[in-house]
């Protein structure tokens, strides 16, 4: 999602968790992330709920935007974080142009679906 808190690409990598709208959950995360980063001049990392996690990772050069990842707490941070940095890196590289100038059709980003499978396999 870009820093504004709108989604560019969302992806299952289980069918069996339940599917929450994903502009909702960018919406919630910016305005969680703006309400940290103005109360204690941080930025939000992580969100840890009964079973699961959210794991941020702000990626920033050359264009700003969060890529974010929902992994049960079993899963380790460090790990998670390590894929989310490639995956920020390869979308970034292949979408620089299209982030540059975004017109706000995420349909553009929907051939990353087979790219990111892979580092969740």
Avoid at 71 to 80: G, R, T, V
Avoid at 85 to 91: C, D, G, L, P, S
Wanted: net charge negative.
């Amino acid at each position: 999602m870009n820093r504004d808190g709108v989604p560019f690409f969302h992806s299952k990598a289980n069918e069996n968790v339940k599917s929450v709208n994903d502009c909702m959950v960018a919406g919630f995360i910016s305005a969680l992330n703006q309400m940290v980063s103005e109360s204690a001049d941080q930025e939000l990392e992580a969100i840890t709920f009964k079973d699961s996690q959210l794991i941020m990772w702000p990626y920033s050069d050359p264009i700003p935007f969060y890529c974010i990842a929902r992994a049960p707490l079993k899963e380790k941070e460090k790990n998670i974080r390590k894929s989310l940095k490639k995956i920020a890196k390869t979308f970034s590289k292949l979408f620089f142009g299209e982030i540059t100038h975004w017109s706000g059709n995420v349909d553009i980003f929907i051939d990353f679906e087979d790219i990111i499978k892979d580092y969740w396999d």
